[in-house]
């Protein structure tokens, strides 16, 4: 478990995919594929998210009579400025990663 | 929505009978398996969500049995891990082994004042006593005390003091060097043994008490315990 809460990279993943529409409705299987996470994977990050109160759900029924109906991800206020800031965070420390692995220079290097 | 095969309908009903009753997020994945543009997309979502079932399922069996939280858990392990400890170190002190405080310089290079050793009490009848082991003898006069020494001599071996180092069977013993030397020569009996301290010029030891009985060894040292590097 990572130090920080909800800053596990398939964690980030889904909040990426989350913000790609902050304040609209997700299904289940669109986070699947855009993360890459399997649902053994996404579902139980899904749910700590919802028990954190960062996400809210709801169900939808199916067309199809019989059919079950298909569950609804949405970012609440509080779970996209999390999002964001772990996002943020996320991108920094990679940044100085590669400025420390000498992958990235600070200062541009000088025309000869 | 994309026709209804037999593997979707089998999928489905698998899915839903490892959901059970109660459930969010395997009713959730059930719920998905029609997005899944191809049959074999949709299997191998089945098989994720059967993973999603059996998650919830442990999830609600933990709630349910009243499992306290992780943290919680965690910490009793650590304290029965620890009770656990003390009391087998405890025995193992009693009866298997045991720590010793070196007393005297008599040992010296070897071990030093308040080095700290441990003593096996019980291994060594099993494989007895060598010439070159180091063992904690339990010495009846004036009073009961322990001292550590190092057996150099087992029953059968002649032993004597020469001027240049202590001799065993007519060959010297490296490391007994000159120094005060003097001793009768003796034939260590059956079940003694002859010890002699690794700092010759301050040891008392069978130079001067003659070789010891082998049931008065406590134990013999397996290793230092303090300090830990030198």
């Known amino acids: 478990m990572p130090r920080t809460p909800d800053s596990s990279p398939q964690t980030l993943q889904v909040f990426?995919?989350?913000?790609?529409?902050?304040?609209?409705?997700?299904?289940?299987?669109?986070?699947?594929?855009?993360?890459?996470?399997?649902?053994?994977s996404l579902y139980p990050i899904l749910a700590r998210l919802v028990e954190r109160g960062l996400l809210e759900t709801r169900w939808e029924p199916s067309d199809i009579a019989g059919r079950p109906p298909r569950h609804l991800y949405r970012l609440t206020a509080d779970g996209a400025g999390l999002a964001?800031?772990?996002?943020?965070?996320?991108?920094?420390?990679?940044?100085?990663?590669?400025?420390?692995a000498g992958r990235l220079r600070t200062h541009p290097r000088t025309a000869s | 929505?994309?026709?209804?095969?037999?593997?979707?309908?089998?999928?489905?009903?698998?899915?839903?009978?490892?959901?059970?009753?109660?459930?969010?997020?395997?009713?959730?994945?059930?719920?998905?398996?029609d997005a899944a543009p191809s049959d074999w997309a949709a299997l191998r979502w089945t098989l994720s969500g059967l993973r999603v079932a059996f998650w919830e399922r442990r999830r609600r069996e933990a709630a349910r049995a009243g499992v306290p939280r992780p943290g919680v858990q965690r910490a009793r392990k650590v304290v029965l891990i620890g009770v656990t400890l003390i009391v087998a170190l405890i025995t193992v002190n009693w009866r298997v082994a045991t720590v010793v405080d070196i007393p005297s310089t008599s040992m010296l290079p070897t071990l030093r004042v308040d080095d700290r050793v441990l003593v096996?009490?019980?291994?060594?009848?099993?494989?007895?006593?060598?010439?070159?082991?180091?063992?904690?003898?339990?010495?009846?006069?004036?009073?009961?005390?322990w001292i550590v020494k190092r057996v150099v001599g087992l029953p059968g071996d002649r032993m004597e003091c020469r001027a240049d180092a202590v001799y065993r069977n007519g060959a010297?013993?490296?490391?007994?060097?000159?120094?005060?030397?003097?001793?009768?020569?003796?034939?260590?009996?059956?079940?003694?043994?002859?010890l002699l301290g690794d700092d010759a010029t301050v040891s008392m030891d069978s130079r001067q008490f003659g070789p010891v009985a082998q049931s008065t060894v406590v134990g013999r040292l397996v290793g230092r315990v303090w300090p830990v590097t030198r």
């Open chain 2, 1 to 33: 929505m994309t026709a209804d095969s037999r593997v979707r309908r089998l999928s489905r009903a698998l899915l839903t009978r490892a959901a059970g009753a109660g459930s969010t997020w395997a009713a959730a994945a059930t719920g998905e398996l």
């Open chain 2, 172 to 194: 010297p013993i490296p490391g007994t060097g000159p120094g005060a030397l003097g001793c009768d020569p003796v034939t260590v009996p059956a079940g003694s043994m002859y």
């Open chain 1, 84 to 100: 964001r800031s772990r996002l943020a965070e996320a991108r920094a420390r990679a940044v100085a990663q590669d400025v420390a």
């Open chain 1, 16 to 40: 990426a995919a989350l913000l790609e529409e902050a304040a609209g409705w997700h299904y289940g299987y669109g986070l699947s594929k855009q993360t890459g996470l399997a649902a053994g």
């Open chain 2, 120 to 145: 096996d009490k019980v291994g060594f009848h099993m494989t007895g006593l060598h010439r070159g082991d180091l063992v904690v003898v339990a010495m009846p006069v004036p009073q009961r005390y």
